[in-house]
Every structure is written in structure tokens, then in C-alpha cells.
């Protein structure tokens, strides 16, 4: 490198983008912090508030709250108001920091890059040797963060759009199917699709114990335990036959013989059963991959998707950017000859299939 001519204009640029994702990091533990301590819903419709004010309404030390209210207004979180020395919520940053029942509340997601920090030792070692490592064994807050991360969006969406993009499925739902929910990790599509469809009766199955376990209380708060049940099994090991509809929701991508999962879900199957598979929206050559998304989605793949298909044999290790090409292609080698996008968002493409 001494004998390449260096652009230092373009070294400084370089450097300012790197300390922008270091403050990024930085930026996250104060989004955990806000929201566990209720900061950021006591900011929330009370229009400007001193760091007092504000430490009196959330219960916290004054002096801890002024640093953090300093380091979200220079993030542009919240707007200072010099002359006053006060602090503001804007209602459109409180639909994402603060409303827990927003499609767009994005505070649960900082738990998984907190997950992937505390696996790192793990990690070094799965990319030195090739070997996985297994979803059950990352961080807690890992499981915790992605199934509070994707619940408010399959709140917003499953029921009132994705369904109803597919063929024939909602007045099959409402006459009285029975579902499987592949993957089902806490149980949130499993029981949001009950509630929906009372008639309908609804199978969660994953392979993590943990999220079973969360589950059956999530189905139990909700009170549709009855028509609900959760299996800790594989995604082969179900029983088969009599499923009028199986779901993968972005879970396919972690298991490590996708196929194999698929071509149980075309067994287990009515003849006219569908297959709902939601996945991560990603273009099928890696340039067009080059952004936001795609950073997010490749880092949490090498980590936790990745891994744990390893972990699993990894018969055909698709990753978190797999792609729609790469996606129908396991589809139609498990069996489903009909496959189409219903629906898509700029995270996930909504995928049906048939035999």
C-alpha cells in the first residue's frame, strides 16, 4: 500500500462514513435504553420537556437522562429547542420509537445486532472451521428481538393483504382449514391468522424449544389456545396429510435442506392446498443487492441464517439474499410446479406455490 497513490480526499470520506455506522452502534444502546426505561413514551404527544421534566415523568436520574436526550438530538431523533433547552418527540419519529403496536416500530430490532455482539467468539469460530452454529444458541435476545421485530408487520399486513393476495385462500380460511405455520418461532402469525379465521384451526411447529414455549403463552394470552397447538419438531417431522394451507414466514432461508422441508409441506398438503412462503425481498444478482437492505440482510445472514442452516447439515445453504430464482428453484424441486409472488413489500416477497 506505501507505493499505491492514496486519495486522502477520498480516505477522509471513508473514514466519515465508517464513524457514521461506529456512532450507529453507539446510537443503538441508547434506542435499548430509551426503551426499556420508557423515555421515548414519555416524550411521546408531551411537546417539549426539559431533561428534569423528563426524568421526573420516566422515574430516572436527571443526570444520566441529559446526556442521553444530548445524544438523541444529535442523532436527530428528537428536536432540541435551543432557546428553551427543551427536547421534542416528533409524533412521525414517535409512530417508530415509541408505538409498540406500530407497523413500523423498530426499538426490538436493536436486539439482534446486541445478539450477533455476544456471538462473536462463536462466529470466529464457525468461519474458521466451516462448522454452524444452531439458532438455540445465540444471546436470548436474539429470538426475542426478530419475533417482536416481525410481529407488528405481520400484524399490519398478513391478514389484511398477504391472504388475501393468494388464490382462493381467505374463503377456504373462513369456511375451516387447517393450517401449519413452518418455523413458527413465538407464534405471532400462528395466532394473528386464528384470531382471524375462527373456523380454522392452526399448527405451529419449530425446531427452537424456547420459542414453543413462547408460543403456547402468546396463544394463551390471546385466548385461541383452543384452535392453536405448537409442536417443537423439525420442519420434516410433523404429521402429514390434511393441510389446507402451510406457511413458511422467513424461514425457509435458516433451514439447512430446504427442499427436504418443502417437499414434507407438498406431502402434508390437500391436493389443493397452498403453500405460503414469505421470504426476504432480494434481487437475484448480488450488485443489485448493494444497499441498506442488503447490508442488513447479508450481515445477519453470515451470523444467525447462514449458521444455523450449517448447523443443520446444510444441504443447500440458500442465506438471507437467496433471491426469487433461487427460491423457485427449491420450489419446484420439492414438488410445487405453480409458483408465483402474490405480494410484495421492500423487505419480503410473498410467494405462493402449488403442485
Known amino acids: ?102 407497523a413500523v416500530y423498530l426499538p426490538p430490532a436493536w436486539n439482534v445486532p446486541a445478539a450477533m455482539w ?16 444452531a439458532w438455540g444458541d445465540h444471546d436470548p435476545r436474539l429470538a426475542h428481538g426478530t419475533a417482536a421485530f416481525y410481529r407488528n408487520g405481520y400484524r399490519a399486513s398478513l391478514v389484511s393483504e398477504w391472504l388475501p393476495a393468494l388464490d382462493g385462500v381467505v374463503p377456504a380460511l373462513e369456511r375451516g382449514i387447517t393450517v401449519a405455520d413452518i418455523g413458527a418461532g413465538h407464534g405471532y402469525s400462528t395466532v394473528l391468522m386464528a384470531e382471524a379465521f375462527p373456523n380454522s384451526r392452526f399448527l405451529g411447529v419449530d425446531a427452537h424449544a424456547p420459542s414453543i414455549a413462547e408460543a403456547r403463552r402468546n396463544a394463551l394470552e390471546a385466548g385461541v389456545e383452543e384452535r392453536v397447538s405448537f409442536e417443537h419438531v423439525r420442519a420434516t417431522e410433523y404429521s402429514p396429510g390434511g393441510y389446507g ?49 442488503g447490508q442488513l440482510y447479508y450481515s445477519a445472514s453470515s451470523m444467525i441464517c447462514t449458521a444455523h442452516a450449517i448447523a443443520e447439515g446444510g444441504e443447500a445453504v440458500l442465506g438471507a439474499q437467496a433471491g426469487f430464482a433461487r427460491t423457485r428453484d427449491v420450489l419446484h424441486r420439492a414438488g410445487f410446479s405453480r409458483v408465483r409472488v402474490a405480494a410484495e413489500t421492500p423487505f419480503n416477497f410473498i410467494i405462493e406455490a402449488r403442485q
Open 118 to 133: 455476544a456471538g462473536e467468539s462463536k462466529a470466529l469460530h464457525a468461519f474458521r472451521t466451516g462448522e454452524g452454529v
Open 1 to 102: 500500500m506505501e507505493t499505491m497513490e492514496v486519495d486522502e480526499t477520498a480516505v477522509e470520506a471513508f473514514v466519515m462514513r465508517a464513524l457514521d455506522d461506529i456512532a450507529a452502534g453507539y446510537l443503538g444502546v441508547m434506542v435499548s435504553i430509551g426503551t426499556r426505561l420508557g423515555l421515548y413514551q414519555s416524550l411521546a404527544g408531551a411537546g417539549p420537556l426539559s431533561s428534569q421534566e423528563l426524568a421526573d415523568r420516566a422515574g430516572c436520574a436527571e443526570r444520566y437522562v441529559r446526556d442521553w436526550l444530548h445524544s438523541q438530538a444529535a442523532a436527530g431523533y428528537l428536536t432540541y429547542h435551543a432557546t428553551s433547552g427543551t427536547f421534542e418527540l416528533p409524533v412521525e419519529h414517535a409512530i417508530v420509537l415509541a408505538d409498540d403496536s406500530s
Open 245 to 293: 394451507l402451510i406457511c413458511f414466514f422467513d424461514s425457509l432461508h435458516d433451514m439447512g435442506d430446504p427442499v427436504a422441508a418443502l417437499r414434507h409441506a407438498a406431502e402434508a398438503l390437500d391436493p389443493d392446498g397452498t403453500l405460503l412462503l414469505v421470504e426476504p425481498h432480494a434481487a437475484d444478482r448480488v450488485e443489485d443487492n448493494l444497499t441498506t437492505v
